[in-house]
């Protein structure tokens, strides 16, 4: 005859097999639900200098079966960037990407109205501002990937 499991016996056992089933469940899924994504950082440099402003977006390449939301990020003063995906949510997707950076003519460094601004100069080539047009292509993996992104004044 089986003895009967005491009520915290029988919660532990509940909670083990709970947990096993979320961990579980949980394998190749991300938190936020959407595509799995790669973490990508790097630096952005212009004849082997950082650029100081601008923009940069990963587009997913589809004629090498990546699929996916358009990563981008704002390039800091030292030309670094973090790449971040609709809603927040850090990466871009895994698979392989066609890269464009791109910036205004002049950026306002002012953060409001009435503040004294400093136009900053951007010298970045036409040819990155489109993925159609650049030339860099790049893969993202699973994990955190450092991508730094060498731009020529003359591609």
Do not use: W
């Amino acid at each position: 005859m089986q003895r009967p499991l005491n009520f915290a016996c029988r919660l532990c056992a509940s909670l083990t097999i709970l947990g096993g089933l979320l961990l579980g469940g949980l394998g190749g899924c991300n938190a936020g639900g959407g595509p799995d994504l790669g973490l990508v950082s790097g630096t952005v440099t212009l004849d082997g200098q950082p650029v100081s402003s601008g923009i940069i977006s990963f587009v997913p390449d589809e004629t090498r079966g990546s699929r996916g939301p358009v990563a981008s990020a704002i390039i800091s003063t030292e030309g670094r960037y973090t790449l971040h995906a609709p809603g927040r949510r850090p990466g871009a997707v895994i698979g392989f990407h066609k890269v464009a950076v791109a910036c205004p003519e002049t950026i306002s460094s002012g953060e409001s109205e009435g503040e004294e601004s400093e136009d900053i100069q951007c010298s970045i080539p036409a040819v990155y501002a489109s993925e159609e047009t650049s030339p860099i292509t790049v893969e993202v993996t699973a994990g955190n990937n450092t991508i730094d992104v060498e731009l020529k004044s003359t591609p």
